[in-house]
């Protein structure tokens, strides 16, 4: 699940899984003798967690007609809306983060 985030390394914005890997040529070439320096120590993780209370109640309060009358899909508000449901932590995406951030509507207390 981590394996899928993205982190900045070297100018560019690879997954953590795609580290790994490049992590992994090093070592092995390291270790058969090729001259390459080797350097295991990397920034910490930070992670912000997508699924806090106000998210779900946010996704939850979505209507699927307002949702769609911003052109935004309805199959993904209805998945979003599962995974809000469940209590088990849940990613979003990159793009459908930024639609949850175009939304407006006030999130009611409880």
């Known amino acids: 699940m981590w394996l899928n985030k993205v982190k900045k390394y ?29 350097n295991v120590l990397t920034s910490e993780l930070n992670v912000k967690r997508n699924d806090s209370d106000t998210v779900r109640k946010k996704i ?32 979003l995406n990159k793009h459908v983060r930024k639609r949850l951030d175009q939304w407006d509507k006030p999130v009611k207390a409880s």
């Open 10 to 38: 070297h100018d560019k914005e690879i997954s953590f899984g795609y580290l790994i890997t490049l992590k992994t040529r090093e070592l092995v070439r390291f270790l058969t003798l090729y001259n390459v320096n080797f």
């Open 60 to 91: 939850l309060n979505i209507s699927y007609v307002d949702w769609q009358k911003m052109e935004f899909s309805k199959g993904t508000l209805y998945y979003m809306k599962k995974n809000a449901q469940a209590n088990k932590p849940f990613t």
